[in-house]
């Protein structure tokens, strides 16, 4: 059996804490509640987003935000304009069961970490459940030491700060 990394502590993480900042852990990937509801019995509805050309259908809708399992956004051919498209267009992005990636899992780690890009840059408020901490879910491959980057902006997503912050300019008010 692989032998099990062990668990560190990120900067930011020992910043927070040193600055008496709680930071949510994520939710683990087996906690997920229904998939088919998005909030409280709200109806949940298909929509589609234009995108240079063609339609990117978002199955789960409602209330200004959108809900997808990890594998419709990073397993699929998507690249920036869809992931801006959609950070645009929701102010709050739900992701179920993002996995831990290994090295076979390069490409749905670098989308992974542009997907991060555009809705933090949007100030798109994110919900999500991995099955680990943000430090731990792409550590060996392609682009490890650019996903350190990502999982600093994982961490910082879900600080007060961040959940406070106004949205970016054109995108729509949460």
């Given amino acids: 059996a692989e032998a099990r990394r062990p668990a560190r502590r990120s900067a930011d993480r020992q910043r927070a804490a040193e600055n ?77 069961a993002i996995p831990i990636m290994g090295p076979e899992k390069r490409n749905e780690a670098k989308r992974f970490v542009t997907l991060i890009d555009a809705l933090y840059d949007t100030r798109t408020k994110l919900v999500c459940s991995a099955a680990g901490e943000p430090d731990d879910l792409y550590h060996a491959g392609d682009g490890a030491f650019e996903f350190e980057r990502t999982a600093s902006r994982l961490i910082e997503m879900r600080s007060a700060d961040y959940l406070r912050a106004a949205r970016e300019p054109g995108a729509p008010p949460r």
Wanted: charged share 25%.
């Fill in 20 to 96: 008496g900042e709680a930071l949510a852990p994520f939710a683990r990937a087996r906690n997920d509640p229904r998939p088919g509801r998005v909030h409280c019995g709200v109806g949940v509805r298909r929509e589609g987003l234009a995108v240079l050309g063609r339609t990117l259908t978002v199955r789960r809708t409602a209330r200004g935000a959108a809900r997808f399992g990890f594998d419709e956004l990073c397993a699929q051919p998507l690249g920036p304009s869809d992931y801006l498209a959609i950070a645009r267009h929701y102010a709050t992005v739900f992701i179920d």
